[in-house]
């Protein structure tokens, strides 16, 4: 009983990001769909509603060694520009990761050519 205990308590350890991908199947096919998008040459945009899965999926890409960049609400308005202008020019960098709410006027991502939408908000009254 107390490794099983013990065992809970480390898949809940949310610093834990192999067993928090181990209990998710939608970070399981992600991370398979994300290996077989960057052998393929592909550059991804993967949105998601919420920081908080933007935080998880920090730790995962960096796990797996995927270079990345990240806008979402807390980016500043000047800076996004900027991180645009890099993801769509530096080959290097394989994904940009963004909260859906970010878009706007001359946020331009054309350096991509797959998109994941990680959460989709499904809600029409979310549609204002």
Request: with cysteine.
């Amino acid at each position: 009983m107390a490794k099983l205990l013990s065992e809970l308590t480390r898949m809940h350890d949310k610093t834990d990001v192999k067993a928090l991908v181990s209990i998710s199947v939608k970070t399981k096919f992600l991370l398979r769909l994300m290996a077989n998008l960057k052998s393929e040459g592909h550059k991804v945009l993967v949105f998601s509603m919420s920081k908080k899965m933007l935080d998880l999926l920090e730790k995962i890409l960096a796990e797996h060694s995927h270079s990345y960049l990240r806008i979402d609400g807390d980016t500043e308005i000047a800076s996004r520009e900027q991180i645009c202008k890099k993801f769509n020019s530096d080959p290097s960098i394989f994904c940009c990761i963004l909260t859906t709410k970010v878009g706007g006027f001359g946020l331009n991502l054309t350096g991509a050519d797959r998109a994941v939408i990680l959460d989709p908000d499904w809600n029409p009254a979310n549609d204002n």
